[in-house]
Nanobody, 127 residues
Framework: QLQLAESGGGLVQPGGSLRLTCAAS????????TGWFRQAPGKEREFVAA????????NYADSVKGRFAISRNNAENKVYLQMNSLKLEDTAVYYC????????????????????WGQGTQVAVSS
């Protein structure tokens, strides 16, 4: 089981950028698929991006495609979410999660496929 810690959130103006980091610690027999999700006040949690264990497959929500980029450094057990051209509607608590099942090429979009979750980091986009 892994423990996840998100960092890098904050307050940014529209059009600005932030880079979120998901740091994993603990025991896992293999590298896992990692996803980013977000939840805005009064809304359901939604998928943002995911990356396969080997980093060869990446999936993005349509709302962030072309603006956000997910990447990973397996040697450091970290996954990053680079967020550019931020919009007001990107304001949310961002969570990272890991999925232990599936193949090394999977990058799941569904939250139900993830097993462990971090505590989240707040991203606020405001002028």
């Amino acid at each position: 089981q892994l423990q996840l810690a998100e960092s890098g959130g904050g307050l940014v103006q529209p059009g600005g950028s932030l880079r979120l980091t998901c740091a994993a610690s603990g025991h896992s027999r293999s590298t896992v698929a990692t996803g980013w999700f977000r939840q805005a006040p009064g809304k359901e949690r939604e998928f943002v991006a995911a990356i396969s264990p080997r980093g060869d497959k990446k999936n993005y929500a349509d709302s962030v495609k072309g603006r956000f980029a997910i990447s990973r450094n397996n040697a450091e057990n970290k996954v990053y979410l680079q967020m550019n051209s931020l919009k007001l509607e990107d304001t949310a608590v961002y969570y990272c999660a890991v999925a232990y099942g599936g193949s090394v090429h999977d990058a799941p979009r569904k939250g139900s496929e993830y097993d462990d979750w971090g505590q989240g980091t707040q991203v606020a986009v405001s002028s």
